[in-house]
């Protein structure tokens, strides 16, 4: 059974920094690319960033640059580092996991919450103007 438990949300002003943990457990960490995902209140969840397998990336065009995903496969954990913090940066985030097909090279992942099947429960962040 996939496991996924998210922490170190929390209010901070904005221009500071936060990490987001996901502890991953159940599955073969390595078989499978994770995501980072936000959602607002009144607003559609987005992907905000993903790493494949061999911990290539992608990010949204709002978090390039000022967010960076990583991947312990040691200790079965994605992070998920933020910088510059913004309040429009403010959301409920989720880690999720996607189990790699026969036909997903080991550098794809995506950032679409559609291809995601497992999800951890959420870890809040407020930024503060």
């Known amino acids: 059974q996939v496991q996924l438990v998210e922490s170190g949300g929390g209010s901070v002003e904005a221009g500071g920094s936060l990490r987001l943990s996901c502890a991953a457990s159940g599955f073969i960490y390595g078989d499978y690319y994770m995501g980072w995902f936000r959602q607002a209140p009144g607003k559609e969840r987005e992907g905000v960033a993903c790493?494949?397998?061999?911990?290539?990336?992608s990010y949204a065009e709002s978090v390039e640059g000022r967010f960076t995903i990583s991947r312990d496969n040691a200790v079965n954990t994605v992070y998920l580092q933020m910088n510059s913090l913004k309040p429009e940066d403010t959301a409920m985030y989720y880690c999720?996991?996607?189990?790699?097909?026969?036909?997903?090279?080991?550098?794809?992942?995506?950032?679409?919450?559609?291809?995601?099947?497992?999800w951890g429960q959420g870890t809040q962040v407020t930024v503060s103007s």
């Open positions: 790493i494949a397998s061999d911990s290539s990336t």
């Open positions: 999720a996991a996607r189990r790699r097909s026969l036909y997903d090279s080991v550098w794809y992942c995506s950032r679409s919450s559609s291809n995601f099947y497992d």
